[in-house]
Every structure is written in C-alpha cells, then in structure tokens.
C-alpha cells in the first residue's frame, strides 16, 4: 500500500492542524495505522496508533489529551486532529501502516518503527512561539 501525508504547515503555538494520510488500498481497513514524528537531529519517535476498526487508540505520553487519531476506512483515510500545539511538535510527521495483527489478542501496541511495513513521504509541521 502507498501512504501520502498531507496538511502540515506553519501555525502558531496553541493553534490547531489537522493531518492526512491517505491509502492507495482499497483494503485500507485491513491495516492499523501509525504517526510518527522526527524533529531536526532527532530520531523518529511515536506519536498515536489505531487500530484497523478504528475502536482502539493509544498515544505517546507527550500528545496525550491534545492529539486525536482517527480513520475512515471508507475513505482509505486515517488522520491526526492536532490542538494546543506546541513549539517542541514542530517536527516532519509520518504516516505508517502494519498488516501484522498487533491489537489481535494481545496488549502490545505497535509504537516502534519496525512494527510498521508501509510509510508515507512525511509532512512539515512547525509550530511558532
């Protein structure tokens, strides 16, 4: 499947910005869904994930209560609803995507780049004081 992010840009801090990705699979809804970020000279770090139903979510500590994943399968479309942004989100932010069943009987949740076998190009998000 192939991933295209989109609806980075310039904001500033405590505005709001809402990103895409969007599948090329008609069989989008047969894949959970991952964002990642990666600021200048740091590595790529996970932000959310949701599952392929869309009824699971899970988010890194430091998006928690401001960020919000969802998907729309019928869309093959999944995005991140980013408020109260801050200055240390201003990172390119990746959309990923996994077959592998992760949220099938299991409470692992897939938050490490090797859990994800699909990845979309990024999109700059910068956030100003």
């Known amino acids: 499947v192939q991933l295209q992010a989109s609806g980075g840009g310039l904001v500033q801090a405590g505005g709001s910005l809402r990103l895409s990705c969007a599948a090329s699979?008609?069989?989008?809804?047969?894949?959970?869904v991952g964002w990642f970020r990666q600021a200048p000279g740091k590595e790529r770090e996970f932000v959310a994930t949701?599952?392929?139903?869309?009824?699971?979510?899970y988010y890194a500590d430091s998006v928690k209560g401001r960020f919000t994943i969802s998907n729309d399968n019928l869309k093959n479309t999944a995005y991140l609803q980013m408020n109260s942004l801050k200055p240390e989100d201003t990172a390119v932010y990746y959309c990923?995507?996994?077959?592998?069943?992760?949220?099938?009987?299991?409470?692992?949740?897939?938050?490490?780049?090797?859990?994800?076998?699909?990845w979309g190009q990024g999109t700059l998000v910068t956030v100003s004081s």
């Open positions: 990923a995507a996994t077959w592998r069943p992760y949220w099938s009987g299991s409470d692992y949740r897939p938050r490490v780049v090797d859990d994800y076998d699909y």
């Open positions: 699979s008609r069989t989008f809804s047969t894949y959970d």
């Open positions: 949701i599952s392929r139903s869309g009824g699971r979510k």
